[in-house]
């Protein structure tokens, strides 16, 4: 847009530096970035309360840009909501902050919202709205006008709802429960005036406890088995261990499938089983140190892609380890083993190349697009004459004889632009004089820092100027 390449950027957040260069229709969208706590966290009531606390944020997310300038704040930063809301439920965290109804409609969606709540106020409130470039006053005016007449509409609720879920109704659970209570006071209150039917009442009471009774017994299975199922759906392995202290050990209590799948076990043949009995490499991996110091710490800790081998099973492992408030252990990690793998064998490939590469009969020389040397071989330094450090850059182009420069250049650019092979035969001049007839072919290669340029030169001539 700053180069009048775009008209307009639909849903853009608004801020000052922006105005510079734009201008915005009205509100299409506001939503406050607040911090979320476990249902009965009493020390944290807003952002001053997070100095020295774990709080959990996901990546790219503007909470990150918003808290990590912040000293005293240990920042976790996960991958998705999903994993940074565990963490919040099982005690990993202290705080989680991301933008509310995002999270609110996660939780409805999950049956949880009686295990978290918002405290303090929001830190942030994101305004969006659509950027019009500078000069498009009629472009703008109609864009207002039509985001006037579609805010409020029914398809943009249907839009609303679809990302961030029906308003909570005035009649929740809690309320309905806090009504119900002060109506049960007022029943008690009147059968202090109505003592011929105190027995009565007494039994209807008796009764109605039973049954709510009943109702909280159902109600934490539902979210014991909501809580089973988002353990059970996560991608990435997770192990819990209850530490022996008499002994040093951890004893397996629980893990999910994607545990058995990378450890080719089943949960109910090692739960309750010592760590070292099943995993007999587990102290040669590093691991159980580590849980030692998080154990006695408290303090996650990650351990770095390691290889694990016992007499079972080999492959390596990444683990974030956390302590559970309840003082367990618990282990997130992933199979990194065919990635490594791949890592090897790249550099393995890579340093066969180049072995290839500085023993070959023909010269050999690297270049980006631009024609700026990257890498020459032996060979290639005898026929120009250069040293490697000479021929980085642009020195290599002093090999080529001057009646030859332009042509070559021309040639090279046209090659390139066009992503064609290039060939073509011309001279190298060295400075002692000695000039070598060569034919240099290239082809481009994609690699990571952009496209390489490989060009091959065979002699078959020499003379003097």
């Known amino acids: 847009m700053q180069s009048g390449r775009a008209d307009l950027i639909p849903n853009l957040g608004i801020i000052e530096q922006r105005k510079a260069f734009c201008t915005f229709t009205a509100l299409v969208e506001t939503f406050p970035v607040s911090i979320f706590v476990r249902k009965h966290s009493k020390d944290i009531e807003g952002l001053a309360d997070l100095m020295g606390r774990q709080v959990a944020v996901v990546r790219l997310n503007v909470a990150v840009y918003l808290l990590q300038e912040r000293e005293g704040i240990g920042l976790q930063i996960f991958d998705d909501v999903s994993q940074a809301l565990f963490a919040l439920l099982s005690g990993q965290v202290d705080a989680l902050v991301y933008p509310e109804p995002v999270l609110l409609k996660m939780a409805r969606d999950s049956g949880i919202t009686d295990r978290i709540k918002i405290v303090g106020e929001p830190l942030i409130e994101i305004k969006r709205a659509i950027a019009v470039g500078k000069g498009n006053p009629e472009l703008l005016a109609r864009l207002d006008r039509a985001v006037g007449r579609f805010v409020g509409s029914s398809e943009y609720k249907q839009i609303y709802i679809k990302w961030y879920g029906k308003p909570q109704p005035f009649l929740t659970v809690s309320r309905v429960f806090l009504v119900m209570s002060g109506l049960l006071l007022l029943i008690f209150a009147a059968m202090g005036l109505w003592r011929y039917r105190s027995v009565v009442s007494l039994n209807l009471q008796l009764v109605e406890n039973i049954a709510g009774h009943k109702k909280v017994q159902e109600a934490l299975k539902t979210s014991e088995e909501r809580y089973r199922t988002m353990f059970e759906s996560m991608n990435n392995a997770i192990a819990v261990y209850e530490v022996r202290d008499d002994e040093g050990d951890f004893i397996i209590r629980d893990m999910n499938r994607a545990a058995e799948k990378i450890e080719k076990v089943k949960r109910e043949e090692v739960i309750g089983k010592s760590l070292l009995q099943v995993f007999r490499g587990a102290e040669d991996f590093g691991i159980v140190e580590v849980f030692k110091r998080v154990y006695k710490t408290g303090q996650p800790e990650l351990h770095p892609a390691s290889l694990y081998r016992d007499y079972r099973i080999t492959g390596w492992r990444e683990n974030k380890v956390y302590k559970l408030p309840s003082g367990e252990i618990v282990a997130i990690y ?45 060979r290639w330094c005898e026929l120009a004459g250069l040293t490697p450090q000479e021929a980085y850059g642009e020195g290599w182009t002093r090999a080529i004889h001057p009646d030859d420069r332009e042509r070559v250049f021309t040639e090279w650019e046209r090659a390139a632009k066009a992503n064609l092979p290039f060939k073509s035969g011309y001279r190298f001049q060295r400075p002692d004089g000695l000039v070598t007839l060569v034919f240099g072919q290239a082809v481009a290669e994609e690699e990571d820092s952009g496209k390489v340029y490989k060009i091959h030169w065979n002699d078959y001539r020499h003379y003097r100027a």
């Open 334 to 378: 992933e199979d990194v083993t065919e990635q490594k793998l791949t890592e090897n064998a790249f550099r393995e490939s890579k340093k066969r190349y180049h072995t290839l590469a500085r023993i070959s009969p023909v010269g050999i020389f690297y270049t980006n697009a631009e024609g700026r040397c990257l890498d020459v071989n032996e």
